[in-house]
């Protein structure tokens, strides 16, 4: 079986800084997802990648870049972090269909 | 685009009770529909999944109804125990868009022991 990586687990940043997030999967798997998780909103997206180097934008996509540039790793940017932000990032990757998760980066935004 | 509604918000039951969870969705073009569980502090676990050529899945306690004509799937739990207590999120997604899935806001099932 494989699994997904995320680091770090805690990310407590500055207004207006900008913050990487990122993941691993040695699944193999072409797609992968970045999710933001609210509390009593569920899961949104923020951006998906079908291969190496392909981006697509998801509905949350502004404030945040991506960056695929290995099959098993996949990057979030938040450009400008927002204060008093607080939120859980998933990251997922998948073959056909079904999804499989990371343990998430919380992050903080003082 | 999809819009996935998802009822009650949350649940609390005795231990032993049986619990339903429903959701709907506004796409037809929506194909395939993965159930996932988060316990606290856990990663998402799927946990059952249908396809829009079925009506009906079951696994062990949980059964899965599917109604293309009303967009609308059930999830059923029987004999819930405490390590059931978790949220759990209904899914839509279609191979337009590489099957990204489109969530529900997630129902919080608590079982009392």
């Known amino acids: 079986g494989g699994i997904i990586t995320q680091t770090p687990k805690f990310l407590i940043g500055q207004e207006g800084q900008k913050l990487t997030l990122k993941c691993q999967q040695n699944f193999n798997h072409d797609t992968m997802y970045w999710y933001r998780q609210d509390s009593g909103k569920g899961l949104r997206l923020i951006y998906y990648s079908i291969t190496e180097n392909d981006l697509q934008k998801g509905d949350l996509s502004e404030g945040y870049d991506a960056s695929r540039e290995k099959k098993s790793s996949f990057s979030l940017t938040v450009t400008s972090a927002q204060k008093n932000e607080m939120a859980v990032f998933l990251c997922?990757?998948?073959?056909?269909?079904?999804?499989?998760f990371g343990p998430g980066t919380r992050l903080t935004v003082l | 685009g999809e819009q996935v509604e998802q009822l009650p918000s949350s649940l609390i039951v005795q231990e032993g009770a049986s619990v339903l969870i429903n959701c709907s969705y506004t796409d037809s073009a929506s194909v395939y529909f993965p159930w996932y569980k988060q316990e606290p502090g856990k990663r998402l676990q799927f946990i059952i999944d249908?396809?829009?050529?079925?009506e009906r899945k079951q696994n062990q306690r949980l059964t899965l109804l599917f109604d293309k004509k009303t967009k609308h799937l059930s999830l059923h739990i029987t004999a819930t125990q405490p390590g059931d207590s978790a949220i759990y999120f209904c899914s839509a997604s279609s191979p337009s868009g590489s099957w990204q899935l489109i969530f529900g806001s997630g129902t919080q099932l608590t079982v009392m022991p």
């Open positions: 997922a990757s998948s073959e056909w269909g079904e999804q499989y």
């Open positions: 249908i396809r829009s050529n079925m």
